[in-house]
């Protein structure tokens, strides 16, 4: 049976180490598209439509709701931001493993859609207070968005349960060895409708 496109889903607190994973693993788990979002903001000096987002009005954005071509999106401080259905399933039918990095939230609105071709990953620190430690040396976030990641971390970290697995990232190399077994498993989940079909095919 051949593999098809799969979903890995890939969330946790800010500072959790997401991105340093998706890079490290990015090289060897073979032909994959990541998520961008789309957004009706301003396109900033350094970005690239296509390559940080997605970048759109608010008309054409608008349109793509009512014509239901998103998996989850949201009006933040007058800007949509969301998740395009349709390069999604343009690379799921390419064959690729479609990574995701969204909240809790998101991760639904996928399993929802997409749930028996998806695989979900909760990713954080060993610790609150270790995660406390990353944000200050980040150097970017002011007091303020510190103790806002750090109390939204708490009720993400509530939702474990709802991920297929779990990663404490405390040492990368170890993590993203982890990482690619997973991806590589992924790729590996038959959607329902294969299974009935081989099922229907294997009885004749």
Do not use: C
């Not at 788990?29 to 608010?58: L, M, N, P, Q, W």
């Not at 349960?161 to 989940?189: C, G, H, M, Q, W």
């Amino acid at each position: 049976m051949t593999s098809s496109g799969a979903i890995l889903v890939l969330s946790g607190p800010s500072g959790a180490g997401k991105s340093s994973l998706i890079k490290r693993v990015s090289e060897v788990i073979g032909a994959h598209y990541f998520s961008i979002s789309t957004t009706t903001r301003t396109i900033r000096e350094g970005e690239k439509d296509g390559v940080d987002y997605y970048f759109v009005s608010i008309e054409e954005f608008e349109k793509d709701i009512e014509a239901e071509q998103f998996l989850e999106y949201a009006l933040v401080h007058g800007n949509y931001y969301g998740t395009s259905v349709k390069p999604v399933k343009e690379a799921l039918k390419a064959g690729k493993l479609v990574v995701f990095d969204i909240d809790v939230q998101g991760n639904m609105s996928v399993k929802n859609r997409f749930g028996d071709i998806t695989t979900s990953v909760f990713i954080t620190t060993p610790s609150l207070k270790e995660l406390e430690h990353r944000l200050r040396l980040r150097g970017t976030d002011s007091e303020e968005i510190i103790q806002n990641r750090m109390q939204m971390a708490k009720r993400e970290v509530q939702r474990i349960s709802e991920y297929e697995f779990f990663i404490v990232n405390d040492d990368l190399e170890k993590a993203a060895k982890f990482l690619i077994t997973i991806a590589k498993a992924a790729r590996l989940k038959i959607p329902t409708s294969t299974i009935n079909k081989f099922i229907i095919d294997w009885e004749n």
